[in-house]
Protein backbone atom coordinates (compact mmCIF):
# COMPACT_ATOMS: atom_id res chain seq x y z
CA UNK A 1 0.00 0.00 0.00
CA UNK A 2 1.31 3.57 -0.88
CA UNK A 3 2.72 4.88 2.03
CA UNK A 4 0.45 8.35 1.70
CA UNK A 5 -3.04 6.02 1.34
CA UNK A 6 -1.83 4.60 4.68
CA UNK A 7 -1.18 7.70 6.29
CA UNK A 8 -5.04 8.76 5.28
CA UNK A 9 -6.10 5.23 6.89
CA UNK A 10 -4.40 6.19 10.12
CA UNK A 11 -5.86 10.10 10.48
CA UNK A 12 -9.06 8.88 9.51
CA UNK A 13 -8.70 6.03 12.93
CA UNK A 14 -7.45 8.25 14.62
CA UNK A 15 -10.17 11.05 13.98
CA UNK A 16 -12.96 7.91 15.01
CA UNK A 17 -11.26 6.52 18.14
CA UNK A 18 -12.61 6.88 21.01
CA UNK A 19 -11.12 4.84 23.67
CA UNK A 20 -8.72 2.41 21.42
CA UNK A 21 -4.96 1.69 21.41
CA UNK A 22 -3.66 2.06 17.45
CA UNK A 23 -0.91 -0.15 16.16
CA UNK A 24 -0.18 1.04 12.68
CA UNK A 25 1.94 -1.40 10.74
CA UNK A 26 4.45 -0.61 8.54
CA UNK A 27 4.23 -3.39 5.13
CA UNK A 28 7.86 -2.71 4.66
CA UNK A 29 10.61 -5.74 4.58
CA UNK A 30 13.48 -3.34 3.12
CA UNK A 31 15.01 -1.42 6.03
CA UNK A 32 15.29 1.80 4.56
CA UNK A 33 11.30 1.70 3.85
CA UNK A 34 10.67 0.40 6.65
CA UNK A 35 12.14 3.49 8.87
CA UNK A 36 10.68 5.74 6.38
CA UNK A 37 7.38 4.41 7.30
CA UNK A 38 7.65 4.24 11.09
CA UNK A 39 8.90 7.54 11.30
CA UNK A 40 6.18 8.42 8.94
CA UNK A 41 3.29 6.14 11.45
CA UNK A 42 4.59 7.83 15.11
CA UNK A 43 4.78 11.21 13.62
CA UNK A 44 1.09 10.51 12.07
CA UNK A 45 0.08 9.53 15.63
CA UNK A 46 0.00 5.79 16.26
CA UNK A 47 0.67 4.71 19.65
CA UNK A 48 2.63 1.55 18.63
CA UNK A 49 4.43 0.42 15.62
CA UNK A 50 4.69 -3.06 13.72
CA UNK A 51 7.09 -3.86 12.16
CA UNK A 52 7.55 -6.47 9.60
CA UNK A 53 10.79 -8.55 9.57
CA UNK A 54 13.33 -7.34 12.32
CA UNK A 55 16.62 -9.12 11.30
CA UNK A 56 18.85 -7.62 13.94
CA UNK A 57 18.82 -5.50 17.43
CA UNK A 58 20.48 -2.97 15.25
CA UNK A 59 17.51 -2.37 13.42
CA UNK A 60 15.35 -2.17 16.21
CA UNK A 61 17.23 0.68 17.64
CA UNK A 62 17.32 2.52 14.22
CA UNK A 63 13.31 2.00 14.60
CA UNK A 64 13.22 3.24 17.58
CA UNK A 65 15.14 6.31 16.91
CA UNK A 66 13.03 7.70 14.15
CA UNK A 67 10.15 6.88 15.88
CA UNK A 68 11.19 9.20 19.08
CA UNK A 69 11.42 5.75 21.20
CA UNK A 70 7.23 5.33 20.39
CA UNK A 71 6.39 1.12 21.38
CA UNK A 72 7.03 -0.88 18.55
CA UNK A 73 6.31 -4.51 17.88
CA UNK A 74 7.55 -6.97 15.24
CA UNK A 75 7.54 -9.73 13.56
CA UNK A 76 9.65 -12.07 12.18
CA UNK A 77 8.44 -12.86 8.41
CA UNK A 78 10.06 -15.30 6.05
CA UNK A 79 11.72 -12.37 4.17
CA UNK A 80 13.47 -11.88 7.04
CA UNK A 81 15.78 -14.57 6.17
CA UNK A 82 16.54 -18.00 8.16
CA UNK A 83 16.11 -17.96 11.98
CA UNK A 84 19.50 -18.12 13.80
CA UNK A 85 20.09 -21.48 15.34
CA UNK A 86 20.57 -20.00 18.87
CA UNK A 87 17.71 -16.96 19.88
CA UNK A 88 19.48 -13.25 19.89
CA UNK A 89 19.98 -11.84 23.10
CA UNK A 90 16.81 -9.00 22.51
CA UNK A 91 17.43 -7.02 25.92
CA UNK A 92 19.40 -4.21 24.78
CA UNK A 93 16.87 -2.71 22.60
CA UNK A 94 18.55 0.92 23.61
Known amino acids: M ?5 L ?14 VVARTDAVEE ?5 RAEALA ?7 LVDGVRSVETIR ?3 AV ?13 AGPRPSRRP ?3 PWG
Open 2 to 6: PLERC
Open 8 to 21: DKLRRVLDARRDML
Open 32 to 36: AELLL
Open 43 to 49: AGGADIV
Open 62 to 64: RIR
Open 67 to 79: TGGLRCCSTRSRA
Open 89 to 91: NWT
